[in-house]
């Protein structure tokens, strides 16, 4: 054997991240037996790096941070397949948002657009209240450096009218924009939720 | 019958025909909508990958303000109708997680009214009589996969909706409509959603997928209930053509089009031509639009 592990020191080293990953996902990964159905089911597996089953066996093996480095925690599309299936009702995306939470902490980000498109959404809903999905995608563009990407589907869009040029802004009295505000301020409280 | 109607944003922009058609059909078959005034964004689907109190809050608001009017919530999108299933599962699970809720949208939230999705409302409060015999011209002759996509079924235990790997909603309605639904593996095989725009590639592999399904199935065309998957399988149809080297072909309709169309209505007063895979001459190939009955003389 070319490569040994020492399974109880790295248990114990992640320990406390691990803990916090189960407890914002209400998941417990000693649930999961690495039957693999997750897996077999799981349409964006062929972009993965480990299978969703094999994220859990990491977990169980205290090997968090290979789980924090993955691209799986990225490209699962939480379609919810795998926890519709499971067996021992594992909720896998709940898991894998969780782990991408950290992983952002922690400043591993081994997709960075997803990133990048996550929090232009979100910018845009944060700003407006609802998303301006063409400011939104040239946002996207710009931040991920591929200003023309699907510039070929912008004009039969505007043409016709699927695109709007101005974001509608709601008249919410800022509630939206507090709803932001509470979440954060929640968060650096070290609030869990 | 009366509903507070949550559109979301896609059906004020990339997905203006999902709104033009629900909304003719609903006032076809005397279903009262009351868009909620100053609705925001459900946070689909970027808010949960983010932070899970934010993925809960933003659809909570838009429940609490129906509440306020005692109407449970039509939503015609999937992506939409999953989050606010979840904000009010959570809700109603834990009083903590409510009250925090509350506490956030700053206004009173007792989650005692639900979403529904616009086709289970259609399906099942309207009823699959009552849309039959509205219909002046049948889908005769057009074979239709129908696609659930995920977040229409699944979870279950959140959806609450239909079979989560067989559903058959929408099939029952293309044949209450005259069409044949023809039956096919992907049904709730995932389209890859938003992650199109940041990973083209995989979402390209995934539409691919399921189009060569339909298209192997004998259909000619798809009928959808969500703006994501429309958007993947109608406007990323040429690129999944030009990257697999395949000719496909298929117009996708959201199930409100369909509806309407068998209703009577001019399919551009739907907004049924502003599709990327043009569908009008799959619906005159099959005479569909020529069909002697029309709206008009139905009174």
Same mark, same amino acid.
């Given at each position: ?73 990225? %490209? ?13 009702? %594992? ?103 | ?17 999902? &709104? ?10 005397? +279903? ?8 925001? #964004? ?6 949960? &990958?983010?932070?899970? +109190? ?27 109708? &999953? /989050? ?15 009250? /925090? ?93 938003? +992650? ?29 209930? #969500?703006?994501? #998957? ?5 406007? /990323? ?63």
């Amino acid at each position: 054997m070319k490569e040994r592990l020492e399974l109880a020191a790295t248990l114990n080293r992640d320990r406390e991240l691990l803990d916090r990953v189960q407890r914002a996902s209400g998941v417990s990964v000693k649930d999961c037996y690495q039957c693999g159905k997750c897996s077999a089911g799981c349409p964006a597996a062929f972009a993965m790096d480990y299978t969703p089953r094999q994220v859990i066996r990491l977990l169980q093996l205290g090997m968090v941070g290979e789980a924090l480095k993955s691209h799986t925690i990225w %490209v699962c599309a939480h379609c919810q397949t795998c926890y519709t299936r499971c067996p021992k009702e %594992v909720d896998l995306p709940r898991l894998m948002e969780a782990l991408r939470q950290e992983a952002k902490k922690a400043g591993f980000i081994a997709e960075k657009n997803i990133d990048i498109f996550d929090r232009a959404f979100l910018s845009s809903v944060e700003r407006y209240g609802r998303v301006h999905e063409m400011g939104m995608m040239i946002q996207f563009n710009l931040q991920s450096l591929q200003p023309f990407k699907d510039a070929l589907l912008a004009p039969p869009m505007l043409l016709n009218r699927k695109l709007n040029i101005l974001p509608e802004k709601i008249k919410d009295g800022g509630a939206v924009k507090r709803i932001f505000a509470k979440v954060r301020a929640g968060n650096q409280g070290g609030d869990e939720h | 019958m009366r509903y507070a109607y949550y559109p979301g944003c896609s059906l004020h922009a990339t997905a203006i025909e999902y &709104n033009l058609s629900a909304k003719a059909v609903a006032k076809h078959l005397g +279903l009262d909508l009351w868009e909620i005034p100053e609705w925001n #964004c459900c946070g689909a689907s970027a808010a949960h &990958n983010t932070d899970h +109190l934010l993925a809960l809050a933003l659809p909570a608001r838009n429940l609490a303000l129906a509440e306020k009017e005692g109407l449970d919530v039509a939503v015609p999108c999937a992506a939409c109708f &999953n /989050r606010l299933r979840a904000a009010e599962a959570a809700a109603r699970e834990s009083e903590k997680m409510r009250v /925090r809720l509350a506490e956030i949208i700053e206004m009173d939230y007792r989650a005692s009214n639900r979403a529904r999705a616009f086709l289970d409302i259609m399906v099942n409060e309207v009823g699959l009589q009552a849309i039959e015999t509205m219909v002046v011209k049948p889908l005769t002759g057009l074979k239709v996969a129908a696609y659930y996509g995920c977040l229409l079924v699944r979870p279950p235990k959140i959806t609450a909706f239909d079979d989560p790997e067989d559903p058959q909603t929408l099939d029952k309605l293309i044949t209450s409509l005259g069409g044949t639904a023809v039956p096919w593996a992907c049904k709730t095989e995932c389209c890859s959603a938003s +992650l199109s725009l940041p990973r083209t590639d995989m979402g390209l592999k995934m539409v691919y997928e399921i189009l060569r399904h339909a298209k192997e199935a004998g259909a000619d065309c798809l009928v959808t209930a #969500c703006p994501l #998957c429309m958007s993947n399988l109608d406007m /990323r149809q040429a690129g999944v053509e030009a990257r697999y080297n395949v000719k496909l072909g298929l117009p996708v309709f959201y199930f409100t089009e369909l509806m309407g169309i068998a209703f009577g209505y001019a399919p551009k007063d739907l907004g049924v031509p502003r599709h990327f895979v043009n569908p009008i001459p799959l619906l005159e190939a099959r005479e569909i639009l020529r069909h002697p009955a029309t709206r008009r003389e139905q009174g």
